[in-house]
């Protein structure tokens, strides 16, 4: 089963957060919750998620990707922590998946992590990335980083993350199929 390693910072994006790793979790793809600093963060709108995990006990372990909820200040908190930093960088020399949604491209950017791919993220942010320029998409691909505008492109975000972790498009329809009905 691949396994994904969700960082979630004080002040991260509730619907970014759960909506992708409900959608992963579907796909029988697991997701591990690690809390940067509290194993309760609350996020930018008041509601606080229960971290499996604080990520000094969970981020040296074995997984094929990573997920970074954007929102704000969760993001700035995320490219604030070294340890994300490293371990974002880690799993990218250990050729795994890297997927930043929202603000928290950034923290791609300072990893180093964006030059020369094609990326999206939420608008406001570029004093972050160093003259790169998002391409404004709902969602990209680039090899193994998967970026997102930001809450409304959580499934298209989601999708391209699951195709990344190696779900098949018929997969991902079919978990998506479940999901949706026609009003």
Known sequence: M??????????FEETEAIAVADVLRRLNIDVTVAGLDTLEPAGAHGFTVKA????EKCGGEPCDGVFLPGGMPGATNLLHSEAVLELVRRIDREGGVISAICAAPIVLARAGLLAGRRFTMYPGFEQYLGGMTPTGELAECDGRVVTGKGPGAVFAFAAKLAAALGKSRQEIAAAYAAMFIEL
């Open 2 to 11: 691949m396994k994904v390693l969700m960082i979630l910072a004080g002040g």
């Open 52 to 55: 499996d995990a604080l990520l």
